[in-house]
């Protein structure tokens, strides 16, 4: 029995309560089930694993409940690779993958079966089905994601028969799995690469799902910009919510904590904090993505004059950023260096840098010692998938020393952000900070912008916003 809580109202379970509960209850197996849109997909994503490591053994762990607060937990979100070999989202499970003689693998998704009704497991604890939801069965589970499950309660007996199998698994995802295995470091750190590796890549699904994230974010923005008055009335806060709820509605989640940032917020990379206030006349700086219910984000920015129209010094910041976005835009293209948006985007702001008098030229020199990373911060994009920062643990010859193939997904957002104690620039353009960031999938031809819907040079920004705002 799950332990209680230490100061609940009850003090047990009578005999009679226990028998009471176990019965009249239907019988609420579903048959109408079919696979899964993405199940053939996520067959193929194994068939590729497999490939990569003949011979041995791979776990990929979906992870664990973490707790927020006393009995209290964070919304589970599973590790991104199970997802991308499984196409599932369940916890407390693992994707294993078994060696054949033949060099290839057998696959086996271990899960939480559903609780029984012949004890109290299902009605005791708060992560039992009565308390938390209906969870598959194994059979359901197994015809949607089209590969054979196993109660997960077996695993570690399981994984002991073969002891002597080599074997990786995923670390830091599931610690009482990785405690169950004997493995070594190193050669799990290459199977957590490969997992990335294959996601720089995406197919013909995933590009949906990508399409289908980005379209609710671009109707997100708009809602934003039709409340905008509204927040000016309240806080940042204000446009968060408009956003959740776009994402909420449309999606499962939105994809990382959204950037709301007005006033000199606007030159916090990473401000999420979203408790400022709105004032016209200063810029909001709105970084957002929704996430679908199949786990993949868009990841779009937008800088907003909050009165409708930008003040000269913040135009003149603004179109600076906006002809890099163009330079990096240009460069993304089948077999270009992954590194060429980047350096196109960035070496358009030093000149700027450096015609403004911000930083000392000449430009070559200035970029080829990073003068301007104090005015831009950041790189100019990444890759963008299942997570926010997609493929972050994919070989460095893989990604950033590689060259773009058609099916990346990638964003280009070149910024400037002006800190308000930066001395070094004129008074009036201290707490600026404008970032534009569009997510574009690499093509046969060369490019599309997934994330056109929405405007992106000042004079396009203006008429939105004269268009939609509140």
């Not at 979100?77 to 369940?90: E, F, I, K, L, N």
């Not at 990785?178 to 957590?192: G, H, M, Q």
Request: charged share 25%; net charge negative; glycine share 10%.
């Amino acid at each position: 029995m799950a332990k209680g809580r230490k100061n609940g109202l009850y003090e047990g379970v009578s005999e009679e309560l226990s028998a009471l509960m176990r019965t009249g209850w239907a019988d609420t197996e579903r048959h109408d089930l079919e696979p899964a849109e993405q199940a053939p997909y996520a067959a193929a994503r194994r068939v590729a694993l497999s490939a990569l490591f003949p011979g041995e053994r791979l776990i990929v762990p979906s992870g664990n409940l973490k707790t927020r607060s006393n009995d209290d937990t964070y919304p589970f979100r599973p590790y991104s690779g199970y997802v991308h070999m499984t196409g599932d989202q369940a916890r407390d499970g693992a994707l294993v993958l078994e060696p054949r003689a033949d060099g290839g693998h057998d696959a086996y998704c271990y899960q939480l079966p559903r609780d029984s009704r012949d004890n109290d497991e299902f009605w005791i604890g708060y992560t039992a089905e009565l308390w938390m939801g209906r969870r598959r069965s194994l059979a359901e589970a197994e015809t949607v994601l089209g590969l054979p499950c196993r109660d997960v309660r077996t695993i570690t007996e399981d994984l002991a028969a073969g002891s002597g199998v080599p074997t990786r698994i995923v670390r830091g995802v599931d610690p009482a799995l990785e405690a169950a295995v004997t493995t070594d470091e190193e050669r799990d750190v290459e199977l957590e690469g490969a997992l990335s590796d294959l996601r720089l890549v995406k197919d013909t699904w995933e590009l949906g799902e990508m399409r289908k994230a980005v379209d609710s974010t671009v109707r997100g923005f708009t809602d934003c910009v039709a409340e905008l008055s509204r927040a000016v009335a309240s806080s940042e806060r204000w446009i968060e919510g408009t956003f959740f709820r776009r994402a909420r509605l449309e999606g499962n989640h939105v994809g990382y904590g959204s950037i709301c940032a007005a006033g000199d917020h606007a030159t916090i990379m990473h401000w999420t904090d979203n408790d400022g206030p709105v004032r016209p006349g200063e810029l909001l700086l709105l970084d957002a993505g929704v996430e679908t219910h199949s786990l993949y984000t868009a990841d779009v920015t937008r800088t907003l004059p909050i009165s409708g129209t930008f003040t000269p010094v913040q135009r003149q910041v603004y179109d600076a950023v906006y002809e890099a976005q163009e330079a990096g835009m240009a460069a993304v293209k089948p077999g270009a260096p992954y590194r060429d948006f980047h350096e196109a985007s960035q070496r358009h702001l030093t000149a700027r840098l450096v015609e403004w008098g911000f930083i000392e030229g000449p430009v070559d020199r200035a970029y080829a010692l990073g003068l301007q990373r104090r005015f831009t911060m950041a790189g100019t994009g990444h890759m963008l998938g299942l997570d926010v920062h997609d493929c972050a643990q994919a070989r460095t010859e893989e990604y950033v020393d590689g060259v773009l193939e058609p099916g990346m997904v990638l964003t280009v957002e070149p910024g400037l952000y002006f800190q308000p104690d930066d001395l070094t620039v004129p008074e009036e353009w201290r707490g600026i900070g404008v970032r534009i960031e569009d997510d574009l999938v690499v093509t046969e031809e060369g490019h599309e912008n997934l994330s056109a819907g929405l405007p992106r040079s000042s004079a396009e920004v203006e008429a939105w916003m004269a268009r939609f705002a509140g």
